[in-house]
């Protein structure tokens, strides 16, 4: 698969559906490498409900999962190599250096940037970034494993 990848092309490589899948979009893919995607948060996103009514704010750890499925995206295109998808889910393993640098709220389209650091058959380490209007607004280093 070559970016641009939609909806139809997502849930090919990840198990999450709706409201938990996080990524709208695929815009640029590097095998092995790096991957951007496209998160675009609206007011009717189940969350903001309770998290806060009277002032909307995406949680920070769902943030974190946005870029541990983008990397789970990038790992499984990656694996694949033009053979059938991957199968099976991408499960995290640990979650470093994580920081919050403003909140993101309804109406802000997350570009979420991932890059490899280091990959395996099994096995990855992903530094994420997550920027709103060029600017960063959470970041984080994480490993995850593919069964």
Known sequence: MKPPLYYKDIIKLLPHRYPFLLIDRVIEFEPGKKIVAIKNVTIDEPFFQGHFPEEPIMPGVLIVEAMAQAGGIL?????SEGKEEEKGPVFFMSIDKA?????VIPGDQMR?????????SRVWRLQGKVFVEGNLVAEAVFAATLK
């Open 99 to 103: 920081k919050f640098r403003r909140p």
């Open 75 to 79: 790992a499984k295109l990656t694996l």
């Open 112 to 120: 979420i940037e991932v890059e490899a650091l280091r990959t395996g």
